[in-house]
């Protein structure tokens, strides 16, 4: 009997499916729930980013997979969460975050990507997210969009009022993981089987070890190791249905 060909599609979440920023999108909703207008709602968007800039700093200098818990660690955790709160005035709530995390997907999901979805999903490939935004988003994304399954690989909000922030230094490892866990669940064979990766940035590692076919979208970058590039995720389909 001849073995049916596997066909798995993993979609990065920012900047892939949409050209937007879920961090951005979740301090803005963030401040638009507090009522905070023009550089009140610029001010709270920026000590965000700047926080997570720092955030990002932070991790890379201390290079470490394990939660780091010295004072530096948890003054930014307390940072973070008083900017959320507006210093413990307003605190984030679950119900909060909830109303916040389903605008969000409302922002990310268009008629044109439920139908893209679709779509492969009627071509027999098998759907999952894997993005570097905070559990509760992509979880509700990958509800809202009926894929098979999802990871995320950054930080975790999973008790608002207790931000506990977890970060492996090394995205595109964790990344790499993640993907490597897709298919072992599946029982892919490399040889037989289809391993597509979208992403809007490389993962390089993925296409050197011959473990899935990558296309970048929305950029010009081009080298040995890519498949393909698109400049938007409308051009998907026409792209698979040539290969």
Avoid: C
Wanted: charged share 30%; no cysteine.
């Amino acid at each position: 009997m001849t073995r049916e060909k596997k066909k798995i599609i993993i979609f990065d979440v920012d900047g892939t499916l949409a050209k937007l920023n879920s961090w951005v999108l979740f301090s803005q909703l963030l401040a638009d729930h507090h009522g905070l207008e023009g550089e009140q709602k610029e001010e709270l968007v920026k000590q965000h980013y700047l926080l997570y800039k720092k955030f990002r700093e932070f991790i890379e200098q201390n290079n470490s997979t394990q939660e780091i818990l010295n004072e530096e660690w948890i003054e930014v955790q307390q940072k973070l969460f008083r900017i959320w709160s507006l210093n413990g005035k307003k605190p984030l709530t679950p119900a909060i975050l909830e109303i916040i995390v389903q605008k969000i997907v409302e922002d990310f999901v268009t008629d044109e990507l439920k139908s893209l979805f679709d779509s492969l999903k009627n071509q027999g490939y098998v759907i999952y997210l894997v993005s570097a935004s905070f559990t509760e988003f992509v979880e509700a994304l990958a509800i809202e969009l009926e894929v098979e399954g999802f990871a995320n690989s950054r930080f975790d909000l999973s008790d608002p009022n207790d931000p506990k922030l977890k970060y492996h230094p090394d995205e595109d490892g964790r990344k790499l993981g993640q993907i490597l866990n897709i298919i072992e669940k599946n029982e892919i064979n490399l040889d037989e089987d289809e391993v597509w990766v979208i992403d809007d940035k490389p993962g390089i590692e993925l296409v050197q070890k011959k473990i899935a076919k990558m296309i970048l979208i929305g950029t010009d970058e081009q080298n040995e190791f890519i498949h393909a590039v698109i400049q938007g995720i409308e051009e998907l389909l026409d792209l698979l249905d040539r290969q």
